[in-house]
Each structure stands twice: as C-alpha cells, then as structure tokens.
C-alpha cells in the first residue's frame, strides 16, 4: 500500500518568512496529493491540492509542487501570518481493490512567531 | 463547499457499553464515507471505507466486529463502537467524498470518544 513520509514534524519561523514542507509517496499510481490544515481539536480543512497532470498550483500564498518521477510534493507558504499557526498534513491518494483512499503523512506543527 | 456533520461531537461512555456516532453529508449525496481515527497529536488513521448499500470495507488491523460501520443512505453512515475499552478513547472523524474518483473529502468535525 502508500507510504507517505512527511518532513519536518515542527517547524518555527518568523512572521513574514516562508515556510516549506515536504512529503514523499510510495505508490507511483497516485494521482491526488492534497494538502489540509487541522487546528487543535477541529477537522482538518483542505488548504490547497494538486492533480497528478500539473506540476504546480498556487493560491494566493500558498503553492504546492509535484515531481512525479522522484515522487514528491511539498507546500510553500509565503509572507507567513501568526494564524498559520497549525498542524499541516499532506496526503496522497490511492486505489486499492478498487477503493480510492487518502493515506495522510504525519504532519507537521507549523508555528508563526510574531 | 460542502458540508458534513457529525455527532455527538463528544461523548464519555463505560466500559463495555457500546457508542454509536453519525456521519452526515448535508448538502450533497456521498456514495463513499470514510472512518478515520485519530490518536493525540498523532495522523489520521484510516479505519475503514464505507460505500452506500455495501459492506464497508476495513483497514488491515482495524476488526470489523468491533467497529460496526453502516452506510444506509446517501447522505448517512453511522460507526458503532461495541464493547468500549479505555484503550478505543481517541478521536474519530469521519469524511465524505463527491461522486468521482480523486475527488475533494470533506471532513466532519470529529468525536471525541472517552471510555472509563
């Protein structure tokens, strides 16, 4: 099945500085990598995502990457703000017997310092 | 974007009792639902796949007579935790997904579920 592998697990950085996260993937068969917030005891909220076809994807300050053939993709965000503060998971998508699932990496605590 | 509820947001139950919590999609029809769990400060830890009309499908590890999945309409699938130990205490979210494959999931707010 997906192994997804997630780097760094915590990461700080200064207001208004860039923050990177990276993740790897197994299954060379997947073909969804979306990308989801979670603040402490909410649900996770999709923040951005990226469809096997592209390379990359913006959204305001948010990017995410797609390299295929090494199997990873990773999330930039810009001009960092204290309420990016949260947990980041990346997740690949999959299909196994005929299921399509998310296997989530295992996150990273993002810290702003104001 | 689409909407999925979830109940009891929290929940404290007994030992051996069992816990049911529902999943609903409010504004959309999801022929496919998923059970995560999620342990603290810890991933997302798919449970099982639960398809509308057909028997859910579980994660290796995850045993199915302890963890009661139904998926009885379009709009609803319901987890029933049988037999509660303390070690079930974690977070469970479930998550719903449009019709298609490689579609956006849409997650409930989660159940915290605490057994004494």
């Known amino acids: 099945g997906e192994n997804v592998e997630q780097h760094p697990s915590t990461l700080s950085v200064q207001e208004g500085d860039s923050a990177v996260i990276k993740c790897t993937y197994s299954?060379?068969?997947?073909?969804?990598f979306p990308w989801y917030k979670q603040e402490l005891g909410k649900r996770p909220q999709l923040i951005i995502d990226i469809r096997s076809n592209v390379g990359e994807k913006k959204d305001q300050r948010i990017a995410v990457t797609l390299n295929k053939t090494a199997k990873h993709f990773s999330l930039h965000i810009t001009e960092t703000q204290p309420e990016d503060s949260a947990v980041y998971f990346c997740a690949a998508s999959s299909r196994d017997f005929g299921n399509e699932k998310l296997t989530f990496g295992t996150g990273t605590r993002l810290t702003i310092i104001p | 974007g689409a909407v999925v509820s979830q109940h009891p947001s929290r929940v404290i139950c007994k030992s051996g009792t069992s816990v049911k919590i529902e999943c609903r999609s409010l504004?959309?029809?999801?022929?496919?639902m998923f059970w995560y769990r999620q342990f603290p400060k810890k991933s997302l830890m798919l449970m099982a796949t639960s398809n509308e009309g057909s028997k859910a499908t579980y994660e290796q590890g995850v045993e199915k007579d302890k963890f009661l999945i139904n998926h009885a309409s379009l709009t609803l699938s319901t987890l029933t935790v049988t037999s509660a130990h303390p070690e079930d205490s974690s977070f469970y979210i479930c998550?719903?997904?449009?019709?298609?494959?490689?579609?956006?999931?849409?997650f409930g707010p989660g159940t915290r579920l605490t057994v004494l």
């Open positions: 299954d060379s068969a997947s073909n969804y």
């Open positions: 998550s719903a997904r449009l019709a298609g494959w490689y579609n956006e999931q849409f």
């Open positions: 504004d959309f029809q999801a022929t496919t």
